[in-house]
């Protein structure tokens, strides 16, 4: 498939020949069902699109992009930061590369670079897999595999699977970074919800330092307007319902845009930008097993012994009928 070079801000892609243009991303894979819409990347096995009908879920980018801001990228074996990119495994100190030069920080896992292949594919579904080969900082021997399926109620579902094939156990925390919007309303027009009754507290190099209640601006409970926030921060204790935490914008007209994890998947990090390409404000709603340090801290942090595997499963999911005015 193709995409044009500048999706539209409905964010509709385009469907023509692969054959005919190379993209930054990678090979892009295009599932369709009913009015809905995902393009998965083979970059990162990311999500650069998501829309029902002419209305745009995710933010996009255009063809000869990297994903901006890690916009719907995968995160493995680690999720957000890792301090000075050092941590220490049975008393050995390991470095790990610094990738976040800004905050000197190990930033977003070993594969934000790293081609995925094609494991299955079929009318609703596409999977990708990648390996996290040994390396310094990173001693371990493993595979991440992402399966993308548009459901029959038309809602986005992922399922992100690590899977050890070293001889010692491996520590991880799993993640994802996509950015939701609803449509062309102006993001700071929306209001943000997470059921979250505890935030970490960062430092200014972002890195998780305490916990509190949430509270004032932090406590996105009953919704938040988000042009009123400059928020860059991780949140767990989340009400699960039936299994499935959910975070929400709602558009002034009744319209919602919605991602859920499951309870494997304990903390939420909540990024609210001016500096998204072409948009005043974005909102990125990342799910996570761990928070930022947790190769550190320990908190969130999962061990996998040799064979073993590991899953966790988010998805988007939306309501498109405006309310009677």
């Given amino acids: 498939m193709d995409l044009s070079a500048t999706p539209p801000a409905s964010g509709t892609v385009s469907a023509a020949n692969d054959t005919m243009r190379r993209y930054a991303s990678g090979r892009q894979y295009e599932l369709r069902r009913g009015d809905a819409l995902a393009v998965v990347t083979e ?3 990311g999500l650069r699109l998501y829309s029902r009908g002419d209305t745009a879920l995710t933010e996009t980018y255009g063809d000869a992009d990297i994903a901006p801001g890690a916009t719907g990228i995968t995160l493995a074996p680690w999720a957000n930061r890792v301090e000075d990119g ?9 470095q790990l590369d610094i990738t976040e030069v800004s905050r000197n920080n190990a930033s977003h896992g070993l594969l934000r670079n790293s081609s995925y292949d094609l494991v299955d594919e079929d ?3 596409v999977t990708l897999e990648a390996a996290v080969f040994p390396q310094h900082g990173y001693p371990f021997l493993l595979r991440h595999r992402v399966r993308y399926e548009l459901a029959e109620d038309l809602g986005l579902v992922v399922r992100q699977t690590l899977i050890n094939d070293s001889q010692d156990r491996a520590p991880f925390v799993l993640g994802a970074h996509p950015y939701l919007r ?3 309303v102006p993001s700071e027009d929306l209001t943000v919800s997470v059921d979250a009754r505890t935030r970490l507290v960062a430092d200014g190099r972002l890195i998780p330092r305490s916990s509190e209640p949430v509270s004032g601006d932090f406590d996105l409970r009953g919704g938040r307007p988000v042009g009123t926030l400059d928020l860059d921060s ?6 699960f319902d039936g299994g499935v935490a959910r975070h929400t914008l709602r558009a002034p007209d009744g319209r919602t845009v919605s991602l859920w994890q499951d309870a494997s998947c304990g903390y939420v990090h909540v990024f609210v930008t001016t500096e998204f390409p072409g948009r005043s404000k974005a909102v990125a709603v990342e799910p996570m097993t761990g928070p930022a340090n947790a190769f550190n801290s320990g908190e969130g942090l999962r061990w996998l012994a040799p064979g073993e595997q590991f899953s966790m499963t988010w998805g988007i999911s939306a309501s498109l009928t405006a309310a009677a005015g």
């Fill in 182 to 184: 609803l449509g062309d």
């Fill in 86 to 94: 050092v941590w220490h495994l049975n008393g050995k100190k390991l």
């Fill in 43 to 45: 970059l990162a096995a």
């Fill in 234 to 239: 991780a949140y767990t204790d989340l009400e």
């Fill in 123 to 125: 009318e609703f579904s």
